[in-house]
């Protein structure tokens, strides 16, 4: 699919401004969308929106298909009437969030909005099952939501989500035991499915204000699940396990530019095969929720559908894995005769081969160049942008890189000259060089061919790698910076909005 000339800001839903310890879909997430507006920008990035298993990292959930309740704002569900203002006044209290913060509460935001959920539901559990809303949204949802909104039940009742420590006849799915447990815990179950309809609601007034001002969800699609998930004990026979449900396999990438020894991602491996033959009914699913979620969606290592790379699961690191090959087109060809044309776009970063770049082609998914990797070689213009093509979503740099100055200051303290003088080539191609240098090098971005360029908010404010947000290869400090007040980020909507449309985007 070819996208037209536009622009946007990358800027997940937890480094919003928020008083209760996260940024979420409340009023700070309606004044981003105003901002984005005022600025000219026709695309809003998001990270995955799931609720995260492992570190806070949204690219780690125990389900690819519910939302992540800690990102539901408290006060847009008193303004619907769920839920009593003065418990939600107590909890603060209580926690003492500081909204002047730039780093996100994880543990403080659950806590409130926790606390709050239960308080909520229980006001309301008498109404529940003649809410009409609900009932249609569990009705229509019921293909992800039923096991789902189990999965999180029993979880809560055996006091972890590691389904393999279940109970047997729970964690082999005995169907007798199911049923049983269904019957037993009908509250438990049907609290998960309030937060997800809380969710769903938020998330659909969000997203009907964006596009009303012409903006789009730029969503995020994981190719990989969490073998701590509802997707993997639902869908057992789908992936690569042995008889305790253990995988045998597991994800990873081979030693690169962020890790000599590459990436143990742990994540458990498909049986292609099997999916293959009920027709990528799973894969369907999940790219029938990303659609009713996103109007594009970033399809995460998308080199794993040509080959992935598979590590035994007893290994040390990702030195021992291989190359083992992919579906290829198969799963999206099943998805575009059920959906039509897919709005994706290929994560095609790393060790990307001619296979690759042919499965690419061939699907017609538009590839990503990112900056701050096109200046490690005079030969290697892949990633400059003064040679970007028109079909490429373009970035300063993603959620995995430093901050496009932390990157520049880097360079200067450790570059030779040939990659100074490349660089310095790059920025004379804008006539603005009295910019500041971090907006030099976002224009060098948005003046590109690319049809999409895409900055992180961190780099119109200027901010170093203390705004990082995520460092590839590394389980802690991760997934935490949020904007506030202090950046003065609704000021700089005029200077974007020049910046763009001098990039006649």
């Not at 169907?175 to 815990?185: E, P, V």
């Not at 690569?240 to 890790?259: H, K, M, N, R």
């Not at 970063?349 to 001619?354: D, K, S, V, Y």
């Not at 990082?468 to 802690?476: H, K």
Request: charged letters at 20%; a negative charge.
């Amino acid at each position: 699919m070819k996208f037209p000339r536009s622009a946007g800001i990358l800027l997940h839903i937890s480094s919003l401004p928020g008083h209760l310890g996260i940024g979420d879909l409340g009023p700070s997430a309606r004044d981003f969308a105003a901002f984005l507006y005022r600025s000219g920008q026709k695309i809003w990035q998001i990270l995955p929106v799931c609720p995260p298993a492992n570190g806070n990292s949204p690219y780690s959930s125990y389900s690819v298909f519910a939302g992540n309740a800690d990102l539901i704002s408290p006060e847009d569900m008193l303004s619907q009437n769920w839920g009593d203002p003065t418990v939600l006044k107590s909890l603060v209290h209580q926690f003492d969030p500081n909204p002047d913060s730039s780093q996100v509460d994880y543990a403080v935001a659950h806590q409130i909005r926790e606390q709050f959920f239960i308080d909520a539901f229980q006001r309301a559990s008498a109404d529940l099952a003649k809410h009409d809303t609900l009932k249609d949204f569990c009705g229509e949802n019921a293909y992800w939501l039923d096991e789902f909104s189990l999965f999180e039940a029993i979880g809560r009742v055996c006091g972890n989500f590691e389904w393999t420590q279940w109970p047997k006849d729970l964690s082999t799915r005995d169907a007798a035991a199911i049923n049983a447990f269904r019957k037993q815990h009908v509250e438990a179950i049907r609290f998960s499915q309030f937060q997800q309809f809380i969710f769903d609601q938020q998330w659909r007034s969000l997203k009907q204000q964006c596009n009303q001002l012409g903006i789009k969800i730029y969503g995020d699609l994981p190719i990989f699940v969490d073998h701590q998930s509802a997707d993997v004990w639902a869908n057992q026979s789908q992936f690569q396990l042995d008889a305790t449900g253990q995988p045998e396999f597991v994800a990873g990438v081979p030693p690169d530019y962020f890790s000599e020894t590459g990436q143990k991602w742990g994540n458990p491996l498909y049986r292609w095969d099997v999916m293959e033959a009920d027709g990528f009914r799973w894969w369907n699913q999940r790219f029938q929720r990303s659609l009713s979620q996103f109007d594009i969606i970033r399809v995460d290592h998308f080199r794993g559908f040509e080959a992935f790379w598979e590590i035994p699961a007893d290994a040390a690191d990702a030195t021992q894995g291989r190359w083992v090959s992919g579906p290829g087109e198969k799963p999206f060809r099943a998805a575009e005769s059920q959906f039509g044309s897919l709005p994706i776009v290929a994560e095609d970063l790393g060790l990307i081969t001619a296979e690759v770049n042919a499965l690419r082609t061939a699907l017609d998914f538009p590839t990503m160049r990112v900056m701050q990797f096109g200046f490690g070689s005079e030969d290697n213009n892949f990633h400059r942008p003064q040679f970007y093509p028109e079909h490429c979503f373009a970035y300063s740099g993603t959620h995995d890189n430093e901050t496009i100055l932390g990157w520049y200051n880097q360079q200067l303290e450790i570059s030779d000259e040939t990659t100074l003088r490349l660089l310095k080539e790059a920025l004379q191609q804008n006539p603005e060089s009295s910019q500041a240098i971090h907006l030099q090098l976002v224009q060098a971005v948005l003046n590109s061919q690319a049809n999409t360029a895409i900055i992180p908010m961190q780099d119109y404010l200027g901010l170093g790698n203390e705004a990082r947000m995520n460092l590839p290869a590394t389980a802690a400090g991760n997934w935490a910076w949020k904007l506030v007040e202090q950046d003065h980020w609704q000021d700089l909507a005029p200077v974007i909005r020049e910046m763009t449309n001098r990039a006649e985007r």
